[in-house]
């Protein structure tokens, strides 16, 4: 007999299919948008239900291709927690599952390797608060050091990695790329975009040649604070770009 007011294994089907849906969606947004490294990164999100259970795309999959139904279950270590002939990375999942396994709140995580982010990621200065985009992550982006290629063994860098993000929503990886996460997947998303926006202002505005711009320390304090940070933060950016994918890619729903 199910618990008074808990979900019912329809009710977990149906919010499992969702994820699923978005999380297919993100993926071709990330391929529209150039943000993605060909086969590699990846964008985890958790599934609802018992245990440590995750979606990741297919290793060796480009991100136009992926769908509803080529994602893969995983558990906490990046191993297949379904029966699939798909292929899967637990290497890739190093970063994800240790966020995930220490962020309670990071329901989604997405990491990129972009031109733009990586780029930043390589600056000793970071992120420039120069543009009102950029200025919503002012003193809120967690910063973590290059200790080479993450893989499962470097138990110790995971720790690192996990005190350096804190509760911050956003984290450049020095000389490595950019990492997000969110209490849903339009959450993620949003934040990851618009770092990634911030990013590439950044690197137009110094390509000029000219010296940059920096308000006050009060007024980037102040536009800071102008910035919402409701419970449904990215839902209606989110929503916009789904009609546009239903429309113009609805086989990700597949």
Same mark, same amino acid.
């Given at each position: 007999?199910?618990? /008074?007011?808990? +979900?019912?294994?329809?009710? =977990?089907?149906? &919010?499992?299919?969702?994820? @699923?849906? *978005?999380? $297919?969606l993100a993926y071709r947004l990330f391929a529209h948008?150039?943000?993605?490294?060909?086969?590699?990164?990846?964008?985890?999100?958790?599934?609802?239900?018992?245990?440590?259970?995750?979606?990741?795309?297919?290793?060796?999959?480009?991100?136009?291709?992926?769908?509803?139904?080529?994602?893969?279950?995983?558990?906490?270590?990046?191993?297949?927690?379904?029966?699939?002939?798909? /292929?899967?990375? +637990?290497?890739?999942?190093? =970063?994800?599952? &240790?966020?995930?396994?220490? @962020?309670? *709140?990071? $329901?989604?995580?997405?990491?990129?390797?972009?031109?733009?982010?990586?780029?930043?990621?390589?600056?000793?200065?970071?992120?420039?608060?120069?543009?009102?985009?950029?200025?919503?992550?002012?003193?809120?982006?967690?910063?973590?050091?290059?200790?080479?290629?993450?893989?499962?063994?470097?138990?110790?860098?995971?720790?690192?990695?996990?005190?350096?993000?804190?509760?911050?929503?956003?984290?450049i990886l020095k000389n490595h790329g950019l990492l997000?996460?969110?209490?849903?997947?339009?959450?993620?998303?949003?934040?990851?975009?618009?770092?990634?926006?911030?990013?590439?202002?950044?690197?137009?505005?110094?390509?000029?040649?000219?010296?940059?711009?920096?308000?006050?320390?009060?007024?980037?304090?102040?536009?800071?604070?102008q910035f919402s940070t409701g419970a449904d933060k990215?839902?209606?950016?989110?929503?916009?770009?789904?009609?546009?994918?239903?429309?113009?890619?609805?086989?990700?729903?597949?």
């Amino acid at each position: 007999m199910s618990t /008074p007011g808990a +979900p019912t294994p329809q009710d =977990i089907a149906t &919010a499992t299919q969702r994820l @699923r849906e *978005d999380l $297919a969606l993100a993926y071709r947004l990330f391929a529209h948008l150039d943000m993605t490294d060909t086969v590699y990164t990846h964008l985890s999100v958790r599934l609802p239900g018992p245990g440590h259970r995750f979606l990741v795309n297919p290793y060796g999959y480009l991100f136009e291709e992926i769908t509803a139904s080529s994602l893969v279950e995983v558990d906490a270590r990046g191993q297949p927690a379904q029966p699939t002939t798909m /292929p899967v990375n +637990p290497a890739g999942f190093v =970063i994800h599952s &240790a966020v995930h396994g220490r @962020r309670p *709140d990071a $329901a989604c995580v997405m990491h990129t390797h972009t031109l733009a982010g990586m780029a930043i990621a390589a600056q000793q200065g970071g992120l420039l608060p120069i543009n009102q985009i950029s200025m919503e992550f002012y003193n809120a982006v967690a910063v973590h050091e290059y200790e080479g290629i993450a893989e499962d063994r470097n138990l110790s860098e995971r720790e690192r990695l996990v005190r350096d993000l804190g509760d911050h929503k956003v984290m450049i990886l020095k000389n490595h790329g950019l990492l997000s996460v969110g209490r849903t997947i339009a959450e993620a998303f949003y934040y990851m975009y618009y770092l990634e926006q911030a990013c590439r202002i950044q690197l137009a505005a110094q390509s000029g040649g000219q010296p940059l711009s920096i308000p006050s320390p009060q007024m980037l304090a102040h536009v800071r604070s102008q910035f919402s940070t409701g419970a449904d933060k990215g839902e209606m950016l989110w929503n916009a770009l789904r009609r546009k994918m239903q429309r113009e890619q609805p086989d990700y729903m597949t």
